[in-house]
């Protein structure tokens, strides 16, 4: 019988999800991904988790709590550096040790490092270590590789497209894109793709005829030639798609506006956010809005700031 390892829906899944599904299943192994956030996973996540940590990280324990008892263990890596000489959030580092103090009744967590800061052969040592727990036959992890980066270039091909996670991993109907009005939407993957987290952002763009941008459909070396424009290079990997995507967003004159989703106590995007409005001010003369979520975050009132916002950019009255 094949081992279940339990994935939670959570921060890096839909970056990763499709790579990790391809790699672990050609290995043996019966992959369990966690259901889409709702209100219990929230509530659980909020209950067990410090108090001071991010909404992602949050919803992150209620994911991985719900998987506990149905799995023979949990894959929650432990994420230093997904980018050369780059860091990512200090959170992704801590959270095998997070869960583990704040979650009871965990089955065994697989928690191999990620850090190819130096560099990116470490990817490889990590995945033959992680592989190395399911067999010794080299040749299977090497072909497990092989078929998870087809799998993930895949996937970010479908991204770049403008497909989105929801469509790719669960099957869902695709937006429609019969206009031309776009807003470019800056937000990390676990913002933008959690439809509870976020309230149905996409679905009500969608359903007003609003076709959006988001950093995923911005090509990576567009990213890294407008990051490059800071007089200081942003060393944390996600700051740094953030704005780089918001530059780029922000010199496309197609794009009606730009509507940026963070988290409260989110310490990389107090910078971020910071830097790109102070870009915006100068530079960019369309409607630029943040809207900040945490698990008390009422519908009304984000609906309320999505419609200003939306208004602003003067599309809504159009339709295709
Ligand atoms: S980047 Fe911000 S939102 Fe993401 S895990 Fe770190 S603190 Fe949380």
Redesign the pocket.
Known sequence: MSIKIGVPRG?YFYKHYPFTKAFLTELGAEIIASPETNKEILDIGSRFCIDD?????KVYHGHADYLKDKVDCLLIPRLTSIYKKEYI?P??GGLPEMIKFSLTGLPPIIDTEINIYKHNANLYKSLYTLGFKFTKNTLRIKKAINKAVKAHLSYEANLFNGSTPAILIDKKAAYGTCNNHIIGIIA?P??LHDSFVNMNLLEKLSDKNIRFITPEMVDSKVIESFGQKLEKRMFWS?GKNLIGSALYMMQNNKIEGLLILT?F?????SLTIELIHKIANRTYKKPIMTITLDEHTGEANFNTRLEAFLDLTKKMTLSC
């Open positions: 921060l940590a991010c909404l992602p990280v959030c959170k992704f990390h676990y913002l996600s988290s106590a989110c310490g990389i995007d």
